[in-house]
């Protein structure tokens, strides 16, 4: 687990509990502060969610393209030159 998502769960789970507190005592302003914190929590969570999920995607590319690598080392020269010859390429607008 990523620690954005344990974080932003935290901070969901604060801001609960300061909305539970400031409804029990009257202050608007504690409740206020609850809710926000947990907006916040919210969002931290789902930022480290698809952080995870992006890393948990790309993970088995490198490794598939690192095990390409060391098996073929001439291959895989040539193709990161084409490669490179086709971004400088790009980038000149051609």
């Known amino acids: 687990m990523d620690i ?5 769960t935290a901070g969901t789970f604060g801001g609960k ?10 202050d608007r302003s504690l409740q206020a502060d609850g809710v926000a914190d947990q907006v916040g929590g919210t969002v ?13 995607g790309i993970r088995p590319l490198i490794d598939t393209v690192r095990q390409f690598a060391r098996e073929r080392p001439f291959a895989a020269a040539a193709i990161a030159g084409v490669l490179g010859i086709a971004l400088l390429n790009t980038l000149r607008g051609e």
Request: proline share 0%.
């Open 17 to 26: 509990i300061k909305e539970t507190v400031g409804g029990a005592i009257g």
């Open 44 to 56: 931290q969570k789902a930022v480290g969610d698809a952080v995870e999920a992006v890393e948990d």
């Open 4 to 8: 954005d998502s344990l974080e932003g």
